[in-house]
């Protein structure tokens, strides 16, 4: 009985200690409000959230945006990978291709938005391969670097026995990078929400992006609000998601309790 209500007592303060930034934030922009017509009250955001969100454009905004996203996030997750690792492996084809995978690095994905504009239309495609465009260089980055680092002592172990092809691929190169790989993969999730954004701010009629800028155009502040907070909502939603998922592929690496974690 003692030992359950240390159970009860530490799950209610890590409950608190969770809720208690975000209660005080809301607080807080309830005592700013309505000093502003610019800043309506967490009331008034809420009713806008219920009834704008809870509607038709869930379908024809929320679902279609996050269905690009996620396509955006897998294609760059797969070319990330992909060629990561052949250029991790390769010390004379990672001093070739560093030059230019340096110079496109530094372009601002949100520069290139006219450019794929021209080339892929204005329709799903073009969204997608902003997305794609911005999300692949810290998987791919991530990628070389965890193979990089990977054993030398492991590596000549596998040569002793054997392990070679898809084998060694598949059970030391792969998993030996696959923290650095998650972590690449942590880092563009964040970056594919603000390019999903960006993209559909640009000649759309659809998505997230034109629907806060189609509310701010037409002074319905409140639901602006509302489209920016589901955002928020949104990003949090995949995060705890991907943490998730993260602590079940490496389990391994974290220890055998992180999967129920």
């Known amino acids: 009985m003692k030992a359950r209500q240390v159970t009860v007592w530490g799950r209610g303060a890590r409950a608190v200690r969770l809720l208690a930034l975000p209660v005080a934030l809301v607080l807080v922009w309830w005592a700013v409000s309505g000093s502003s017509f610019y800043l309506p009250s967490p009331v008034q ?9 809870f ?22 997750g797969l070319l990330g990978v992909g ?89 030391f190169v792969l998993r030996g990078a696959s923290p650095q790989i998650m972590t690449g993969l942590r880092q563009a999730l964040s970056v594919g929400i603000i390019l999903m954004v960006i993209s559909e701010m640009f000649a759309s009629s659809s998505g997230l992006g034109f629907t806060i800028v189609l509310f701010q155009r037409q ?27 993260e602590r079940w592929v490496l389990s391994w690496y974290y220890g055998s309790g992180a999967a129920r974690a």
């Open 83 to 171: 060629l990561g690792v052949p250029i991790g492996l390769s010390r004379r084809l990672r001093a070739t291709l560093e030059p230019v995978l340096e110079f496109f690095r530094a372009v601002p994905p949100p520069v290139l938005v006219p450019l794929i504009m021209l080339l892929a239309g204005i329709d799903t495609p073009m969204k997608v391969l902003v997305i794609v465009s911005g999300c692949v260089w810290p998987i791919l980055l991530n990628t070389v670097e965890g193979v990089r680092a990977l054993d030398e002592v492991l590596a000549d172990t596998c040569r002793m026995y054997g392990v070679r092809g898809a084998s060694r691929l598949r059970r």
């Open 45 to 53: 955001v809420g009713q806008a959230f219920a009834e704008t969100w």
């Open 55 to 76: 509607s038709e454009r869930l379908v024809e905004d929320v679902v279609p945006s996050v269905g690009r996203l996620l396509a955006g996030y897998a294609v760059a």
């Open 219 to 245: 002074f319905q502040i409140a639901e602006m609000w509302s489209g920016i907070l589901l955002l928020g909502l949104l990003g949090l939603g995949l995060s705890i998601l991907f943490r998730r998922v």
